[in-house]
């Protein structure tokens, strides 16, 4: 009997078989953790603020390609308008801060200056963008 070899595993392979399984499991039990975390979350808010701010770079896109007629930027205005009507139910936890009303305010009300006297020119677009962005930080210094 003394001559049979010595089957079982070695302590090290032990220990590294435990390891791998509880490096597997909490991998897994992490993944589940953060998806349920972001289900939680709503999306809405960002989502806004990313649409917002593709139609702003559009339209800086677009008066650097000098394309600056009203047919170019009167859309993208538009629905920053319509976007911008939504800020309040987007931030509900901010909406009775007067400085978030007050920056949501300003924002449409820039916009609603530059839809009744549409951009013709590069230049009235870039002015337009400019007062636009002014809006945009005069909140996220507050607020983001
Ligand atoms: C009245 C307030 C307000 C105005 C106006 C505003 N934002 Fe925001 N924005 C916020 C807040 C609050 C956050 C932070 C959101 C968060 O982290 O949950 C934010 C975040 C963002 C983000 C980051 C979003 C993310 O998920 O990382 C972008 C991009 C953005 N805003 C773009 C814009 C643009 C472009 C404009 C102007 C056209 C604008 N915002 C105007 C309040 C505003």
């Excluded at 089957?7 to 490096?23: E, K, Q, T």
């Excluded at 809405?44 to 000098?66: D, I």
């Amino acid at each position: 009997m003394a001559s049979q070899p010595d089957r079982r595993p070695s302590p090290a392979a032990r220990y590294l078989v435990v390891f791998a399984i509880g490096l597997v499991v909490g991998v897994v039990a992490a993944v589940m953790l953060l998806r349920a975390l972001q289900a939680r979350q709503d999306p809405f808010p960002g989502a806004l603020m990313h649409v917002m701010a593709r139609q702003t770079s559009e339209l800086k896109a677009t008066a650097a390609a000098n394309r600056c007629s009203a047919s170019d930027s009167v859309p993208r205005l538009q629905s920053l308008r319509a976007m911008a009507n939504d800020l309040e139910s987007a931030f509900p936890g901010l909406r009775d801060d007067a400085r978030f009303a007050g920056a949501a305010s300003s924002l449409r009300a820039t916009l609603d200056g530059a839809l009744a006297q549409p951009p013709a020119t590069c230049a009235q677009v870039t002015a337009a963008l400019e007062k636009i962005g002014n809006d945009c930080r005069a909140c996220h210094q507050d607020f983001r």
